[in-house]
């Protein structure tokens, strides 16, 4: 793999990303709506808006595989849902489906399943049960990503993230049984058209 992109790259997650990620391969292409600052050896740098197909298209020239993190990380309108992070993973998997890109890491969410009641045990495979219009559209995402796979052979991985944390919090500093008192969680499921299920 010699070309890896990074859509919201410069985001919580993306940047961090960023740093850990270099050298690692070949080209580092960063993508965000929002200046990245300066490029560093083996990066390249676009500015681009996922809601613009011809864009995403052309950012994804020559690229191997992709980690899509742009979008709204949080609840907001159902039209901005909508347009930025459901029509914004559409563009990202059919620009990928286009340029030949193999592989597509989806970031998704635990709010995917955030209405299942607190301590009902629960796997990757339970049903979806979003909390707000973002945990659908990562409900839209994942099921999309699925389409691609089925229907276009990608490889598509859904991952699930809990919370991200650029270091584990204290222990001292976090209640325990809360949120703040875990690791950065996250469950995985990796689909590509070998396989059929999730
Ligand atoms: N941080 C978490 O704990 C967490 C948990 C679960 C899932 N996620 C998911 O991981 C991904 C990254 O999260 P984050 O915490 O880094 O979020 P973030 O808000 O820090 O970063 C998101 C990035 O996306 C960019 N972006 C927003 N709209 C865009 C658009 N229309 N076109 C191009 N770029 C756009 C923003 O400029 C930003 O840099 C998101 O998809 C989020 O839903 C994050």
């Known amino acids: 793999m010699r070309q890896v992109l990074i859509t919201g790259a410069a985001g919580a997650i993306g940047s961090t990303l960023r740093e850990g990620l270099r050298g690692r391969f070949a080209t580092l ?43 709204l990380a949080y609840e907001d309108s159902f039209e901005r849902i909508r347009d930025i992070n459901m029509t914004g993973t559409y563009h ?3 620009a990928a489906r ?4 193999a592989r597509v890491v989806f970031a998704s969410s635990n709010h995917v399943t955030g209405f299942y009641p607190v301590g009902q045990p629960i796997g990757p495979g ?24 089925d229907r276009h052979g990608l490889q598509v991985v859904r991952l699930r993230i809990g919370t991200f944390a650029r270091s584990p919090p204290s222990p001292a500093t976090s ?12 469950s995985i499921a990796a689909w590509s058209p070998r396989t059929s299920a999730s």
């Open 175 to 186: 209640a325990p049984g809360s949120a703040r008192g875990t690791p950065s969680t996250c």
């Open 92 to 94: 990202v998997l059919e």
């Open 29 to 71: 292409r960063l993508l965000d709506s929002v200046p990245l600052g300066d490029p560093r050896s083996g990066e390249e740098l676009v500015t681009a808006d996922v809601r613009d197909l011809a864009g995403i298209t052309e950012a994804m020239d020559g690229v191997d595989a992709t980690i899509h993190l742009a979008g």
């Open 126 to 149: 339970a049903a979806p049960r979003p909390d707000t219009f973002y945990g659908l559209s990562k409900v839209f995402g994942e099921d999309l990503g699925r389409l691609y796979v």
């Open 98 to 101: 286009r340029q030949g890109c």
